[in-house]
């Protein structure tokens, strides 16, 4: 069963800290990894795509990674701002699609930037 | 327009009452999805159409729960005789061709919906 898993489920750090979110799957075939922002009360916004034969990928202070040979891909966000409180979900897609368009979302993690 | 666009963005009605709510893809976009999302929980999968193909309709959770899509475009989700249990935003989402491209899929604010 295609499953993804995202941890922690929740982290507070101070604003200007560093911090990693991760994500370990288990979709198969492997199409495509997103990872999604989600402030509170609104639609999810793309922040990544990677595919198969991406290591890494940037978008401002964001920073994904995927190691297909272990499943795992691991999202950081560089001198965290109070804006980025939000939750972050990790999405898998099957090559060929399937059920739900082989889409599988983890079920996020809340992230909480302090002043 | 722009973006994907949903309406009513808030609903309240009554226990027992039909719901029902919109969906303007972008504009092209082949695939268009459905899912549901409780307080402080993740994405459900409900439902995903693809073109002129047949609907997946996989996660509907019971028979209250249809949707349709008219013209490959507008989308509705309709909810019958609600329940205290369907209180959530409803999420819709578009993208071309589909998850397994790679391509952005592209998400409304979504319709909160509360069943009193």
């Known amino acids: 069963k295609n499953q993804v898993e995202q941890s922690p489920q929740s982290l507070i750090i101070l604003e200007g800290k560093n911090c990693t979110l991760q994500?370990?799957?288990?979709?198969?075939?492997?199409?495509?990894l997103r990872w999604y922002k989600q402030d509170t009360g609104r639609g999810p916004v793309s922040l990544t795509i990677?595919?198969?034969?991406?290591n890494t990928k940037s978008n401002g202070r964001y920073t994904a990674t995927l190691d297909a040979d272990t499943k795992q891909s691991s999202l950081h966000i560089t001198a965290s701002q109070l804006s980025d409180s939000a939750s972050y979900i990790c999405?898998?897609?099957?090559?060929?699609?399937?059920?739900?368009?082989?889409?599988?979302f983890g079920k996020g993690t809340h992230l909480i930037i302090q002043p | 327009g722009a973006g994907v666009s949903q309406s009513p963005s808030n609903k309240v009605t009554e226990k027992g009452k039909d719901v029902e709510l919109r969906c303007d893809p972008i504009?092209?976009?082949?695939?268009l999805y459905w899912y549901r999302q409780s307080l402080g929980q993740g994405l459900e999968f409900l439902i995903y159409?693809?073109?002129?193909?047949?609907?997946?309709k996989s996660g509907l959770p019971s028979d209250r729960f249809s949707a349709e899509r008219t013209g490959g475009s507008v989308s509705t989700l309709t909810i019958q005789r609600t329940q205290q249990e369907d209180s959530a935003v409803y999420l819709c989402?578009?993208?071309?061709?589909?998850?397994?491209?790679?391509?952005?899929?592209?998400f409304g604010e979504g319709s909160w919906l509360t069943v009193v």
């Open positions: 989402a578009s993208s071309s061709p589909g998850g397994y491209s790679g391509n952005t899929i592209y």
């Open positions: 994500c370990n799957y288990t979709v198969s075939p492997f199409s495509n």
């Open positions: 990677m595919t198969f034969s991406e």
């Open positions: 999405v898998v897609s099957a090559r060929s699609g399937g059920g739900a368009d082989g889409l599988t």
């Open positions: 504009s092209g976009h082949t695939a």
């Open positions: 159409f693809q073109g002129n193909s047949a609907p997946d």
